[in-house]
């Protein structure tokens, strides 16, 4: 939405870039409690003051379906142990996970907190997971995706990889982006890519806590509809992480498995958050600390795009787009 523009979501109400115009005086009282039902009514534990939602992998499919059937236009973050921690130490992270549509527990940690918390039907939903599932699905079929992440060449990889095992996918483009910020220019660039591409979903794996600040930041910026935060959903998917049996994922103990696979990069973050996540936890848990969680009452913007199935390419005809900024990637 250009700078000044106007429009106006489902309930009338007038939008100005994100933000919510509501209306003074009493429809002010009214419009606030209208969206605190919307908030209330969707369950979530606490976890140290972040807000997870208390999902399955079918109730976090649809509300992705829900989100795109309708052109909600936001980000979904994906929490476990790692981001938790890092948004006690990091306010932008915290206001970022707050500003998310929707937020998914990645980890049994999180899982196990929320059932304390009375959220029984809560269960882990891992990034790879959620992006095969929806890969996988006709429901999604007519939806285009561009992947943003990984190191040089991933993109591409797993780019060619799902169109050969999802054949009705439509993967417009990748870019690979700097081990750092996106300079003026690059970011113009990639902008006018996606402004040209308008893919309903761009999945960004860049790890926490930089993709999540990636795509607070950028969101607004985009012609998307969704963007995912799967961290190393690319290097999982074209076999650089070896996945591990399932009763290690349930016992909670697969960042163990991750450690034993690369333990010069991952030894100090779980050295770093593991212990304080379990003491910090615990407090909560008991009652000694209390963790407020931030909300954030923002509109939905519902945005001019194509039909379902239809973005300026043929099914069988999409020719990707692949961008590469420079060797030195993002892990």
């Known amino acids: 939405m250009s700078k000044g523009e106007q429009t106006h979501d489902h309930a009338g109400h007038v939008l100005s870039g994100s933000k ?13 409690a209208h969206f605190m039902r919307l908030v209330e009514t969707r369950p979530h534990a606490n976890l140290l003051g972040v807000q997870v939602e208390a999902l399955d992998m ?15 236009k936001g980000y979904v973050c994906l929490l476990g142990v790692h981001g938790i921690m890092e948004a006690q130490r990091k306010p932008s992270l915290a206001a970022a996970y707050a500003d998310a549509l929707i937020t998914i527990p990645d980890g049994m940690p999180a899982v196990w907190v929320g059932r304390w918390q009375g959220h029984r039907g809560m269960d882990r939903v891992a990034g790879p997971d959620l992006m095969l599932e929806i890969f996988q699905r006709k429901e999604f079929a007519g939806y285009t995706h561009f992947f943003y992440g990984g190191k040089e060449g991933i993109a591409d990889e797993l780019s060619a990889s ?13 870019y690979t982006p700097p081990f750092r910020d996106l300079s003026p220019a690059e970011e113009e660039d990639f902008i ?44 999982f998917h074209t076999g650089r992480i070896q ?15 991750r450690l034993m696979q690369d333990p010069r990069h991952l030894w100090r973050r779980y050295l770093r958050n593991n212990p304080a996540f379990l003491w910090q936890i615990a407090l909560q848990l008991t009652g000694l600390r209390q963790y407020s969680t931030t909300q954030a009452f923002h509109a939905t913007e519902f945005t001019q795009r194509p039909a379902r199935g239809h973005a300026n390419f043929s099914q069988n005809g999409i020719q990707p787009v692949a961008v590469r900024v420079q060797p030195e990637s993002v892990e």
Request: charged share 25%; proline share 5%.
């Open 20 to 32: 919510l115009i509501v209306p003074s005086s009493h429809d002010h009282k009214v419009e606030r």
């Open 58 to 72: 079918e109730r976090a499919v649809a509300r992705v379906e829900d989100a795109l059937c309708k052109h909600r």
């Open 162 to 174: 799902f169109t050969r095992r999802f054949p009705w996918a439509r993967i417009v483009g990748t």
């Open 192 to 235: 006018a890519i996606i402004r040209d591409l308008k893919p309903d979903i761009i999945w960004v794996g860049i790890s926490t806590p930089k993709q999540e600040q990636f795509m607070n930041r950028y969101l607004p910026l985009l012609e998307t509809n969704l963007m995912f935060g799967v961290g190393a959903a690319f290097d």
């Open 243 to 257: 996945d591990c049996a399932e009763w290690i994922k349930r016992a909670g103990l697969q960042w163990f498995h």
